[in-house]
């Protein structure tokens, strides 16, 4: 993709997911300066003197170029500039599944339409000034979603809420250096600097940016959320966790051990954060080559997961088998559940000291599940106070806001150690290229090719 080509050409591709037998409608999106011939040439409006307007539906059949239908649809044409490119747009829908759409996507080809790329649509809305980079970044926030606060947060940066406090610090620090340079050239004519004024706009400025910073690793959280892992030898409670954790019967629970032989997932939600639930086969040595497949695999999730819940029996107390099986977890991050505590209670049995986060739980009955999630929440967020987040910076921002922070710190030391105010303007402007670094006002080809890149075909 080359974000810097000149955008003649017209782009087609399919811009809702195509699922067998699932999706009832399917759209196909093109934008460019042909989209709306392109359409005309393989789509017939059912009444026979029908206008094309802007932002009207108008029903009728796709055609192939003998004329064969291919699908009774509605077209829709957004004329430039009003529309998410700023390009002409039309949208063909289609019945859903996957011939039809993949049908109509191909006539679209063969009028001359090219393929879009990953995140083409938003990269052309980008570069026509219709959204800037936070907003761009938000989209696929938002399609990525799975959690209505991660969703709520991306909306809100899709509003543009986040760029205007960007661009709100940029015209501080703009102010600050017209107000240098001024002086540079005319520093005869003017008043001497108030330098004690001058620092309080810098640290006003870098509070601000502090507290940009503060929303990234929450919003990190509630973007990708956790991966938790349930582990511990058989028949300690494990499939009864996930069900009654999940609310659903994901997992078979027997008396007989070993019962899990390969891993069980959920998705759920825990106190806004996105979580991938594994319920893994009891570890444990074991001749029956199917149940050590999957004791080879829970080993396996257990390194790859953020979070392990290890899952005891209150009855057998702390057995020489949970001990192996700590031992080769003590140095994650770890949740003990003690279970069947209301066959056996939990506080007689003794427990390696280390082990600060400890549930009891009866899992059959529902038992311990608020005081599980408070105790991931309190790990996972180290019991740091979790603040409300309206709008909140992605890894990418928050690395380019670091920078501008250490350039206003070489700012301080600059002032600090006296230096001549050119050396203030160096910085300054190192802050500047890097939050237009954040907002796309100052980014280079290769960083919107990666960013764009990781969207969706037709987003």
């Not at 970044?137 to 979603?145: G, I, M, Y």
């Not at 990234?216 to 959320?225: D, F, H, N, S, V």
């Not at 030898?233 to 019967?249: E, I």
């Not at 802050?431 to 919107?448: D, M, Y």
Request: glycine share 6%; proline share 5%; hydrophobic share 45%.
């Amino acid at each position: 993709m080359d974000p810097t080509a000149p955008l003649a050409d017209t782009i087609a591709a399919i811009a809702t997911a195509v699922v067998p037998e699932q999706g009832s409608v399917g759209i196909v999106r093109l934008s460019g300066s042909r989209a709306l011939p392109i359409v005309q040439a393989i789509f017939t409006p059912a009444r026979r003197n029908a206008v094309w307007e802007s932002h009207r539906l108008l029903y009728g059949w796709i055609h192939d170029e003998k004329g064969q239908i291919l699908d009774e649809a509605l077209a829709v044409w957004m004329q430039a500039p009003r529309s998410y490119t700023r390009e002409d747009v039309v949208e063909l829908h289609c019945h859903g599944g996957i011939m039809v759409v993949q049908a109509t996507l191909q006539q679209c080809l063969r009028q001359g339409a090219r393929l879009a790329q990953p995140g083409e649509f938003s990269l052309r809305a980008f570069l026509n000034g219709r959204i800037d980079l936070t907003q761009a970044e938000s989209v696929a926030d938002l399609v990525a979603a799975r959690s209505p606060q991660a969703a709520q947060m991306a909306l809100a940066g899709l509003q543009g809420k986040l760029g205007q406090s960007i661009r709100a610090l940029r015209q501080e620090l703009l102010g600050l250096l017209a107000e240098i340079e001024a002086r540079l050239d005319f520093e005869e004519d003017l008043p001497p600097l108030d330098v004690p004024a001058w620092q309080a706009r810098l640290q006003a400025i870098q509070a601000q940016m502090q507290a940009l910073l503060a929303t990234a690793e929450r919003g990190q959280l509630l973007r990708t959320g956790v991966k938790v892992a349930i582990v511990g030898r058989p028949n300690v409670g494990k499939s009864s966790l996930l069900n009654a954790w999940s609310g659903q019967d994901r997992a078979i629970v027997t008396d007989l051990p070993g019962t899990t032989r390969d891993v069980v997932e959920s998705q759920l939600v825990v106190r806004g954060m996105p979580v991938q639930l594994l319920d893994t086969a009891g570890i444990r040595a074991t001749d029956d080559p199917v149940e050590r497949l999957g004791v080879e695999r829970s080993q396996r999730l257990a390194q790859a997961a953020d979070v392990l819940v290890l899952v005891i029996d209150a009855q057998a107390g702390w057995t020489d088998a949970d001990a192996a099986i700590y031992a080769s977890i003590r140095h994650r991050p770890l949740i003990l559940v003690i279970n069947k505590t209301d066959l056996a209670p939990a506080d007689k049995i003794r427990l390696p000291p280390e082990i600060a986060y400890r549930v009891p739980a009866v899992a059959a009955q529902g038992q311990g599940i608020p005081e599980l999630e408070e105790a991931l929440e309190q790990l996972v967020t180290q019991g740091r106070p979790q603040p409300n987040l309206e709008v909140s910076l992605n890894q990418r921002q928050a690395a380019a806001l670091r920078q501008a922070q250490a350039s206003l710190e070489q700012v301080v030391q600059a002032m600090q150690a006296q230096l001549p105010l050119d050396f203030w303007t160096i910085d300054l402007r190192g802050a500047l290229h890097a939050l237009g670094q954040i907002t796309g006002e100052e980014i280079s080809e290769a960083v919107l090719d990666q960013i764009f890149s990781r969207f969706c075909i037709g987003k």
